[in-house]
């Protein structure tokens, strides 16, 4: 099989994962299921949950003990995606290629899409989880919450609000890149490497290996936010620059930022070659290096 149509497939089997996950229904606050699979099935790259499940593969965990927690992880990444949007913070009017959910159902109901979603992350592992121990589960869910939480992605949504319209030093912006976009990806290594009782060092070398992919992944994205096509990318570009936000390319520059870009995909490459059965994850890091959306 080749890396490419193992992503593939990752990602087939994550979409119908999450869309059982979600059923539709008919109750009578039924809109607020309709709210959170608008969001949550609207594709994307699935790349966190991608993770959970390649390194739960490399430590020897059967996919469908991994995928409740790759659920779970794409259910809250997705939820910070719909209040990421909502017009007291980002006020994005399009996500993925179409309205964003605050555009469909109204702020007061994407609000509650988002709850909904990050509530239902934690349901769903602890109700698909009985054929590992509860330790292993609760280890694995600790990690999630906190990734997830003011320590986290919440914290770095926090800085990213205060940043508008004041610049950021370049030690403060990786700050902001590490909790907001790299401690969920970072869960993603660690719920495998939990799942998989990996030892220090492949622990330690699948940290490495999130850390400098996620750092990557924010410096192409303020990249593509600069000279990218929205068409591609499903999103308006150019908005960062509109808002004031201080970003890798304000500290670095185009072509600054394309040579970190680089250095880090190297670094990533060199972790990930620490681990058995890599070939995945080295082909992942330069697939990101020259994604265009």
Same mark, same amino acid.
């Given at each position: 099989m080749t890396n490419s149509s193992r992503f593939l497939e990752y990602q087939n089997r994550i979409n119908e994962a999450l869309d059982c996950a979600i059923p539709e229904t008919d109750v009578l606050y039924s809109k607020i299921f309709t709210a959170m699979r608008y969001s949550l099935n609207a594709g994307g790259k699935r790349i966190r949950p991608v993770l959970? $499940? /390649?390194f739960s593969r490399i430590f020897g965990v059967d996919e469908s003990v991994a995928m409740p927690f790759a659920v779970a992880l794409e259910m809250i990444h997705t939820y910070s995606l719909i209040h990421d949007d909502l017009p007291c913070m980002d006020d994005d009017d399009l996500r993925r290629g179409r309205p964003t959910n605050h555009k469909m159902f109204g702020e007061a109901t994407a609000v509650l899409a988002g709850d909904a979603l990050l509530n239902r992350a934690f349901e769903h592992v602890l109700s698909n989880s009985n054929s590992i121990s509860a330790d292993v589960t609760l280890r694995a869910m600790k990690c999630l919450a906190k990734a997830s939480g003011a320590d986290g992605m919440i914290g770095g949504q926090m800085i990213d609000m205060q940043s508008e319209n004041r610049e950021l030093s370049l030690s403060e912006t990786e700050l902001l890149q590490s $909790? #907001?976009?790299?401690?969920?990806? /970072? %869960?993603? %290594?660690?719920?495998?490497?939990?799942?998989?009782?990996?030892?220090? /060092? #492949?622990? %330690? %070398?699948? $940290?490495?290996?999130?850390?400098?992919?996620g750092l990557a992944f924010q410096i192409k994205d303020d990249i593509l936010n600069v000279e990218g096509d929205s068409k591609l990318l499903g999103k308006d570009v150019g908005n960062d620059e509109e808002s004031g936000k201080s970003t890798f390319v304000k500290l670095l520059g185009l072509d600054g930022c394309k040579e970190r870009l680089e250095q880090l995909t190297e670094e990533a490459v060199v972790a990930a070659k620490k681990l058995p059965e890599s070939e995945f994850l080295v082909w992942l890091a330069y697939e990101l290096l020259s994604r265009k959306n």
């Open positions: 959970v $499940l /390649e $909790l #907001k976009t790299g401690a969920i990806i /970072e %869960a993603a %290594a660690i719920m495998g490497c939990i799942l998989g009782n990996a030892d220090e /060092e #492949k622990s %330690a %070398a699948s $940290l490495e290996y999130a850390k400098k992919v």
